[in-house]
């Protein structure tokens, strides 16, 4: 019998390395989260289309994790984005003295991620990667989870109101320059994001469609010789005949729009970026014709955590635990089995 090399080294491969692997990640990664002896707080959750769920806190923050962040991010990036889903909710639940969904009675939290958190169902995760990478997927996100068990962001012996956002283009927001109301661990930081990282996003408007979504009739000559202001300038608002119809009337230091005046009332930057889709406050505008375009750096209210801040810290080293401490000034880290004696 002639023997056959290649054959005996395919079998050596998947005897030595494809069976341990599939043996030492476990089957049940495949077919249900890896689930373990210590059940922690239960969690009511609105799914839409489910209606109200039971689930056990760290389960749920397992789903979170897995929609609100990259699965391909490092490992103390997606532990510190555990630890604020795990705060936001914590802070949510009734159980906790938090108010719960205001949308949906009963529930603590929803998975709508305009109001809340998203969260992914595994069987819905299952579907969205390969067997193989399902099982890396699975390991990392269970690992980022259980290695931050019950922990928890505190200010004051209290769990904070853990923002995040995912791009901040360099530099975070103050919490009173977006909401209007200043909280002391919600800082503007600077970020370790790279230039190559930060996120600068183009969108074009005819000038009877910014129009139409602004409700103002705005002409050419407004849009050209509106002031945009520099970051950290502010003008005052002031009537008068000779004014534009748009000009911003306050921009951050972080470079962000605070307020606009449009069409004879001043409008919050938030609710601008909204109207037009804009990826973020820190936009400028360049008037081609009768075109207007909008560039944007960032992605997100820039409030808390940047997440591609995070993941960038991660990268070179920094675990995280100073990852949230960096995002949110003056925290602690907390074990909420100490919080709820």
């Not at 054959?7 to 373990?36: C, D, E, M, N, Q």
């Not at 897995?66 to 604020?84: C, D, G, I, S, Y």
């Not at 998203?118 to 290695?147: C, H, M, P, Q």
């Not at 306050?250 to 804009?278: A, H, M, N, P, T």
């Amino acid at each position: 019998m002639r023997f056959n090399l290649l054959k005996a080294i395919l079998y050596v491969l998947i005897g030595v390395i494809l069976v341990p692997i599939i043996f030492t990640l476990g089957w049940s990664y495949f077919g249900t989260w890896h689930r373990t002896s210590r059940p922690s707080q239960p969690i009511a959750v609105y799914v839409p289309g489910t209606g109200l769920v039971q689930m056990d806190l760290e389960e749920y923050i397992k789903g979170v994790v897995a929609a609100e962040m990259p699965a391909n991010f490092e490992l103390e990036a997606l532990k510190a984005q555990a630890v604020a889903a795990r705060t936001y909710a914590v802070r949510k639940m009734r159980a906790n003295g938090g108010p719960g969904c205001d949308k949906h009675p009963g529930a603590d939290i929803c998975t709508d991620p305009s109001h809340g958190q998203a969260w992914v169902s595994f069987e819905d995760l299952k579907r969205r990667y390969g067997f193989f990478t399902n099982l890396r997927v699975l390991a990392k996100i269970d690992k980022a989870v259980e290695e931050t068990r019950g922990i928890v962001a505190t200010y004051a012996g209290r769990p904070i109101d853990a923002i995040y956002h995912s791009n901040s283009g360099g530099v975070t927001e103050d919490s009173e320059n977006v909401w209007g109301n200043y909280i002391p661990y919600l800082r503007s930081v600077k970020t370790s994001l790279p230039p190559h990282e930060r996120v600068i996003d183009r969108k074009t408007f005819s000038i009877s469609q910014i129009s139409s979504l602004l409700g103002v009739n705005l002409a050419k000559a407004d849009l050209a010789r509106a002031r945009q202001l520099l970051p950290g300038e502010s003008i005052p608002v002031t009537g008068g005949q000779n004014r534009p119809q748009l000009e911003v009337l306050e921009r951050s230091k972080s470079g962000r729009v605070v307020s606009l005046y449009l069409g004879g009332v001043k409008v919050r930057g938030i609710d601008f970026r909204q109207r037009l889709g804009l990826k973020s406050t820190n936009f400028t505008w360049t008037v081609h014709g009768d075109e207007v375009t909008f560039t944007t750096l960032g992605n997100g209210h820039g409030v808390g955590m940047c997440q591609y801040s995070a993941n960038a810290m991660a990268r070179a080293g920094v675990t995280y635990d100073r990852i949230l401490k960096h995002f949110y000034t003056g925290i602690d880290l907390t074990y909420l089995k100490d919080l709820i004696k």
